[in-house]
């Protein structure tokens, strides 16, 4: 048993870890589209939930599916050399529960899919809920978001109930199955050791065997509900895994000086009818500073993300030192060239740490050069720990502008030669 739980133990961390990070890494190598388009609350419970349940399935249940397996082989097989017509009464029934489970199984991996869904949703509703707090709390929106949860959650608790129902059942028929069967084999085995057919010690022997038999198999049925509910969460792990990923190692990794020219450029998002960006065309000289102005949903930040290969134009060209953009490698071009977005995100992490992300080994004197130019450091140095200050969920809560001043520090710290400001200044 101590090496059966050990040997369980390592072979499901071990596995579950790969999975993991597998996971992970899969997950930081997906386009940008993909992740404007996927629920994050659904994405953690993927990552968590359904691996987890791969996890306990490998822990224990593929060892006692060998086990009750190998036992009722072992009890048939004794039974058979006793007695052949009173052994094959005692598995007349396994057919049928094999049958029952089969169909329990299908049943149960379609309520289990829906109830692993449910599960994301509600996952999905508490990360938004938790991520815009200020904004529910600024409208008085409280009542509205409990309500929200509470259906979410009503649904998956409904649902929830529903594989409950289903393992009930299959508990309740599988045991009178199972009960029908030993009494069959009880009463004939009486008539046979009453006619002679078949002794009293062996009469016994089938009774305490036929159990060994029968509910390791009815057994069967539950590790295949947990079997179906593993295919469920193996598909949705698999729906992130069989997305493409994005190529960012292959390409040109030109010197990139600054020219940049688009001509005649056209851009729509891959759920889009229209184009956001049409006809678009003009030239920025190296060193030289420009300002695109348009209105809300003009297609500003839009055109900040074609730059950086976030999306891909569809017509058109656009070249960086004459060096069509769609040949140059993602991560050299984003490398060299620094973007400050309209909502700066800033990681649970040092201030410092945040403004050196992109050069984790840039020295202190660098960190508050940068700081200074983004006219922040004064304020960093207010705090008591100045740059040693933590940020987020356990540390300094800063204002917007002070967090933008932060994401132009951490952006200016790169040295780009090009540098874009998404509608980031205040």
């Not at 048939?76 to 007695?83: A, K, N, T, Y």
């Not at 730059?307 to 071009?333: A, F, M, N, P, V």
């Not at 909502?343 to 840039?362: D, G, R, V």
Request: glycine share 8%.
């Amino acid at each position: 048993m101590y090496w059966r739980g050990r040997l369980n133990g390592e072979i499901s961390e071990n596995v579950t870890m790969k999975i993991r990070d597998e996971l992970y890494r899969h997950l930081q190598r997906l386009p940008y589209s993909y992740h404007v388009n996927a629920k994050t609350g659904d994405l953690i419970q993927r990552c968590t939930s359904d691996v987890d349940q791969i996890r306990r399935f490998l822990a224990s249940q593929i060892s006692e599916l060998v086990y009750a397996l190998a036992l009722s082989l072992i009890a048939g097989v004794i039974l058979f050399s006793i007695h052949a017509p009173l052994a094959w009464l005692s598995i007349i029934s396994l057919p049928i529960i094999f049958a029952f489970a089969y169909i329990f199984f299908i049943k149960m991996q379609k309520a289990f899919k829906e109830s692993d869904e449910s599960e994301g949703e509600m996952s999905a509703v508490i990360q938004e809920n938790l991520s815009g707090t200020r904004v529910v709390k600024a409208f008085n929106r409280e009542s509205y978001e409990l309500d929200k949860f509470e259906k979410k959650n009503a649904k998956f608790r409904d649902l929830t109930y529903r594989l409950i129902h289903l393992l009930g059942m299959y508990w309740g028929i599988s045991d009178l199955i199972c009960l029908l069967q030993i009494l069959l084999v009880v009463v004939s085995g009486i008539i046979m050791a009453k006619d002679g057919s078949i002794t009293v010690g062996n009469y016994f022997v089938f009774v305490s065997y036929v159990s060994m038999i029968l509910w390791p198999v009815r057994n069967v049925g539950r590790i295949l509900s947990d079997m179906g509910k593993v295919g469920v969460s193996i598909d949705r792990l698999k729906e992130i895994l069989n997305h493409p990923l994005e190529d960012i190692d292959n390409g040109l990794t030109p010197v990139i000086h600054g020219s940049i020219v688009f001509d005649h450029v056209y851009f729509k998002y891959e759920d889009g009818e229209e184009d956001v960006l049409k006809d678009v065309s003009f030239k920025v000289k190296k060193g030289e500073t420009i300002a695109i102005m348009g209105p809300t949903g003009s297609g500003k930040s839009s055109l900040v993300h074609l730059l950086t290969r976030l999306h891909g134009y569809r017509e058109g060209s656009i070249t960086i030192d004459g060096i069509e953009l769609k040949e140059i490698k993602r991560s050299h071009l984003r490398k060299h060239v620094g973007i400050v977005l309209q909502e700066p995100f800033l990681f649970s992490k040092t201030i410092s740490a945040n403004i050196a992300l992109a050069i984790p080994h840039a020295k202190e004197e660098e960190i508050e050069r940068a700081a200074k130019i983004a006219s922040v450091h004064q304020v960093i140095t207010e705090f008591d720990r100045g740059y040693q200050t933590m940020v987020g969920e356990k540390g300094v809560t800063l204002s917007g502008g002070q967090k933008q001043r932060i994401a132009i520090a951490r952006t200016i710290i790169n040295n780009s030669p090009i540098l874009i400001f998404d509608d980031s200044l205040s």
